[in-house]
C-alpha cells in the first residue's frame, strides 16, 4: 500500500515513541499492573488517542488506515497501549455516529486528551461469542433506565471513566439489545479484577450492575438496534486488532534478527546457518502478509465499502501468527530466550489473549464460511 507524506509522519513520529518511551518500560508495566502516570497524558497530547474521532470533537479525523498504522507503531514498544488506542477507537466510533451530541461532547475530547478511558461492555458469563444470548437487562422507568446484570471479560474494568454497555431492554424493538453509555461512578456499579496470564497493564474483569439508573439520553441510537452496530464496530476493531499484534510480533523479529548478528556459536555468527535465519524470514514474510490484508481491510472501511470478511480473515490470522512468529523468536535466543528478563514471553502472553477477544478463530473462520456459502454454514440450534 502507498501511504502519503502525512501518513508515513504519522508512523514514524509514533514509532519513535514507542522505541524511546514504551518500549524500555513494558515490562515494568507489566510487574505493576498500571500505565504509568502521564503516558495517557502524552499519548494524548500527540493525538494518538481517538485520532480517528473527528477534529470537531478533540480527534485528527484520520483515516481508519493512518488509525491503524499508529497502533501498529505503538504496539511495536508496548502491546497493551495498542490496546488501549484500539478500544478508544472503536469505543470513540460508537459514541459519534450513534451517541447525542452533548454526550459526544462531554466524553470524546476527555477520550482524547487521555484524560478518561472508554471500555466496552458486551461479553457476558453466559454470552461471549453469542452476542444474542444477553441477559443483562435494561427497563424502562419515566426518564431513565434501570440496568441489572453482570458484563464480563472488560478491559479496562477497573479503570475505564465510563462503559459501552449493551443490554436487553423487554419487550423493546428489534433484538431489544440496546446500547448505552454508562459514566463507572453511577451508584450500583461494582467493579473487579481478573488475575490473568497476560494483559496486565490494562486489566479485565467483571462489572455488576445494581440497579443502575442511566438517563435515558444516554442511550446510543434506537432502543433494540444495538446489535447490528455492534457487529459493524467489530469489523473496525478486527482488522485493528490484527495490526497491534503484528506490531508487537515485529520487535521480536527485530530483536532476533540484531541477536543473530552478534551471537556467534563455532566461531561465527549464528546469522551464517539458514536453520536459524530461514524461520524468521518465514515469520517476517507472513508478517508482511497479515499487515497487508489489514490495511486492506481499513481501506475498505475508508471507502464505504463491505469490510466483514477481509477483518474476519485477519482478526484469526494475525494473532495466531504473531504469536508463532514471536516463540520461533524466544527459540532463536536459546536458553537465554527462556528468561523473564526479555519480553518474548511477555509478549507471547498478551497477544495470546486476542486469540480470544473481539472473536475467537473458530468463529472468525464461521463469518467467512457464511459469506461463501450462505445459510448452508449456519448451524442448526436444535442439534446444540
Given amino acids: 500500500?502507498?501511504?502519503?507524506?502525512?501518513?508515513?509522519?504519522?508512523?514514524?513520529?509514533?514509532?519513535?515513541f514507542a522505541t524511546e518511551r514504551l518500549l524500555p518500560h513494558y515490562q515494568q508495566r507489566e510487574r505493576e499492573a498500571r500505565l504509568e502516570s502521564g503516558l495517557l497524558q502524552d499519548?494524548?497530547?500527540l493525538g494518538f488517542i481517538g485520532m480517528d474521532v473527528s477534529e470537531s470533537y478533540?480527534?485528527?479525523?484520520?483515516?481508519?488506515?493512518?488509525?491503524?498504522?499508529?497502533?501498529?507503531?505503538?504496539?511495536?514498544?508496548?502491546?497493551?497501549?495498542?490496546?488501549?488506542?484500539?478500544?478508544?477507537?472503536?469505543?470513540?466510533?460508537?459514541?459519534?455516529?450513534h451517541a447525542h451530541r452533548e454526550i459526544?461532547?462531554?466524553?470524546?475530547?476527555?477520550?482524547?486528551?487521555?484524560e478518561t478511558l472508554l471500555a466496552l461492555a458486551l461479553t457476558e458469563p453466559g454470552a461471549g461469542s453469542d452476542a444474542g444470548a444477553l441477559k443483562l437487562s435494561a427497563r424502562r422507568d419515566g426518564n431513565s433506565y434501570v440496568l441489572n446484570g453482570e458484563k464480563n471479560s472488560v478491559t479496562f474494568s477497573d479503570t475505564a471513566g465510563a462503559f459501552i454497555v449493551f443490554a436487553r431492554v423487554a419487550g423493546g424493538a428489534g433484538s431489544g439489545i440496546t446500547a448505552f453509555i454508562v459514566p463507572a461512578d453511577l451508584p450500583g456499579i461494582r467493579k473487579s479484577r481478573f488475575s490473568d496470564i497476560g494483559g496486565h497493564a490494562t486489566g479485565?474483569?467483571?462489572?455488576?450492575f445494581d440497579d443502575v439508573r442511566v438517563p435515558a439520553d444516554h442511550r446510543l441510537g434506537d432502543e433494540g438496534a444495538a446489535f447490528s452496530k455492534v457487529l459493524g464496530g467489530f469489523d473496525y476493531s478486527r482488522a485493528l486488532i490484527a495490526l497491534q499484534c503484528i506490531g508487537a510480533a515485529q520487535a521480536s523479529v527485530d530483536e532476533a534478527w540484531a541477536y543473530t548478528r552478534e551471537r556467534e556459536a563455532f566461531g561465527v555468527p549464528i546469522s551464517r546457518f539458514q536453520g536459524v535465519t530461514f524461520p524468521l524470514v518465514e515469520g517476517e514474510t507472513l508478517l508482511a502478509a497479515g499487515r497487508q490484508l489489514s490495511l486492506h481491510a481499513l481501506a475498505l472501511r475508508d471507502a464505504g465499502a463491505p469490510h466483514t470478511v477481509e477483518a474476519a480473515m485477519v482478526k484469526w490470522f494475525g494473532p495466531k501468527t504473531a504469536f508463532d512468529v514471536i516463540h520461533q523468536c524466544l527459540l532463536t535466543f536459546g536458553h537465554y530466550g527462556w528468561s523473564t528478563?526479555?519480553?518474548?514471553?511477555?509478549?507471547?502472553r498478551d497477544v495470546m489473549g486476542l486469540e480470544i477477544g473481539d472473536g475467537t478463530a473458530g468463529i472468525m473462520k464461521m463469518i467467512v464460511s457464511r459469506a461463501r456459502t450462505g445459510r448452508a454454514a449456519i448451524p442448526d440450534r436444535r442439534h446444540y
Fill in 1 to 16: 500500500m502507498i501511504l502519503s507524506e502525512e501518513q508515513h509522519a504519522l508512523r514514524d513520529a509514533s514509532r519513535r
Fill in 43 to 45: 499519548l494524548g497530547a
Fill in 58 to 97: 478533540g480527534g485528527m479525523g484520520a483515516p481508519a488506515v493512518t488509525t491503524g498504522l499508529v497502533i501498529e507503531a505503538l504496539s511495536y514498544g508496548d502491546f497493551n497501549i495498542g490496546s488501549l488506542c484500539v478500544t478508544q477507537s472503536l469505543c470513540g466510533a460508537l459514541l459519534e455516529r
Fill in 104 to 114: 459526544c461532547q462531554e466524553w470524546l475530547p476527555r477520550v482524547c486528551r487521555g
Fill in 204 to 208: 479485565r474483569g467483571p462489572v455488576f
Fill in 341 to 348: 528478563a526479555l519480553p518474548h514471553q511477555q509478549r507471547l
